[in-house]
């Protein structure tokens, strides 16, 4: 079976998945057609139904489960990864509703928790999420929503931190930040969905059992990125949780939609059954 496949070309979703899309895989009956694209690009592919499995962020479960389930394997959640907003200057953090600030895409979970923490940002404008720090450098914005490998170099910019949402998060709520999920089509077959489960979470196993061997392919995607940055970032947002979201990470989405939208928009069974 031929399938259409979203991720991102980040260093943690081709780490997580290089197996998954090369013979040492071993699912043999799937075969995926893979489109690289931004976080926002993604969310919006599946808000079209234009994938039949895709990366997506947690913010947007409540408006695609009508149509999506969110697989057990392949997430990035955890403790020390969430986003951060940073500025040029100092900010009191009352003040930040008034900024006029950068962010990653309407959609992600990131927005999410801005807008949890503060209330509604009436003055944010969407940047894919490579292009924040230099649109707050360049005084297009007072402020910037950053996501990704990001968090690794906006001090060596000049950027200070004026607050770690997912520090907010894990305080508030004493569960992983949950940012990025997979999900799938419903309309699938079931033994289909089992078994792209199951060859995700082979892949991310594989990957952990032998570091280097993802590498080229990682940086082959990656572009320019530091190599230092690139294992950072794959320590911070590939973890258990990438395996198995478990009880913590599904009680943490649980967390986000009900702080947000509210469980009753959402379309049952949620999660793919193992």
């Not at 940047?127 to 720090?133: D, G, L, P, Q, T």
């Not at 402020?143 to 001090?155: D, K, V």
């Not at 952990?208 to 080229?216: K, S, V």
Request: hydrophobic share 45%; aromatic share 8%.
């Amino acid at each position: 079976m031929q399938l259409s496949l979203g991720i991102s070309p980040c260093p943690n979703d081709t780490f997580s998945f290089y197996h998954l899309l090369h013979a040492a895989g071993g699912d043999t009956e799937l075969e995926y057609t893979v489109n690289f694209a931004d976080i926002e690009e993604l969310n919006q592919a599946l808000i079209q139904g234009k994938l039949d499995v895709g990366k997506a962020s947690f913010g947007l479960v409540p408006f695609i489960s009508d149509r999506y389930q969110v697989l057990d394997s392949g997430a990035a959640l955890g403790f020390g990864c969430g986003p951060l907003l940073i500025a040029k200057q100092e900010f009191a953090l009352e003040d930040v509703p008034k900024l006029k600030i950068a962010i990653p895409g309407v959609h992600t979970t990131a927005n999410r928790l801005l807008n949890m923490a503060f209330g509604e940002i009436e003055r944010s404008e969407e940047y894919v999420f490579s292009a924040i720090e230099q649109a707050v450098l360049s005084g297009k914005v007072d402020a910037g929503l950053i996501i990704h490998e990001s968090r690794f170099t906006y001090e060596a910019k000049g950027l200070k931190k004026l607050i770690d949402l997912g520090q907010w998060w894990e305080t508030k709520f004493a569960v992983p930040v949950p940012l990025g999920c997979i999900v799938v089509k419903r309309s699938l077959p079931d033994a289909v969905k089992i078994q792209i489960q199951k060859s995700i979470a082979q892949s991310v196993q594989r990957a952990f059992d032998n570091r280097e061997l993802p590498m080229d392919f990682v940086r082959a995607h990656a572009q320019e990125m530091d190599s230092e940055v690139m294992k950072q970032h794959i320590g911070l947002y590939v973890n258990q949780y990438s395996l198995s979201l478990g009880d913590a990470g599904r009680k943490a989405l649980r967390i986000l939609l009900q702080e947000g939208v509210g469980e009753s928009v959402l379309s049952e069974p949620l999660f793919l059954s193992l």
